[in-house]
């Protein structure tokens, strides 16, 4: 168990929504195996850009139209030749084996994580 804890208004502050993949591509510039993606968040958020590593546990063909969980409050982040507009959740094992967080059912696009 972790003793870094935080209060509620610090979690308040991370801005965790649905949204479903709608272009995968391979990621060759990156350092480590990524792919790249844009993610459909919805009529309030749009469309967002992210690098992902999870070229471990997934194939591109598997990932389009798949619902995730990601952070789109970070600032923007340069990748290689990448501009990356939001954070993917996963849950990370051995060697960064990093497995998607999603929902069980199909939502609405933009939902937030509360």
């Known amino acids: 168990m972790t003793e870094n804890h935080i ?3 610090d979690f ?3 801005d965790m929504r649905v949204g479903t993949i709608i272009e995968v591509k391979d ?3 990156a350092r480590t195996p990524a792919y790249q993606l844009k993610i459909d968040f919805g009529e309030k ?3 967002r850009k992210s ?3 999870i070229t471990k546990k997934y194939v591109k063909n598997t990932l389009f139209g798949r619902q ?3 952070v789109v409050n970070f600032p923007k982040k340069q990748i290689a030749n990448f ?5 993917i959740l996963g ?3 051995k060697e960064n084996d990093i497995v998607l967080l999603s929902p069980d059912f199909k939502v609405k696009n933009g939902l937030r994580i509360g």
């Open 45 to 47: 958020i749009g469309i």
């Open 12 to 14: 308040e502050k991370v």
């Open 7 to 9: 209060t509620w208004k």
């Open 51 to 53: 690098s992902a590593q």
């Open 83 to 87: 501009m990356s507009e939001c954070l």
């Open 91 to 93: 849950a990370v094992g």
């Open 27 to 29: 990621f060759p510039e």
């Open 68 to 70: 995730v969980i990601a």
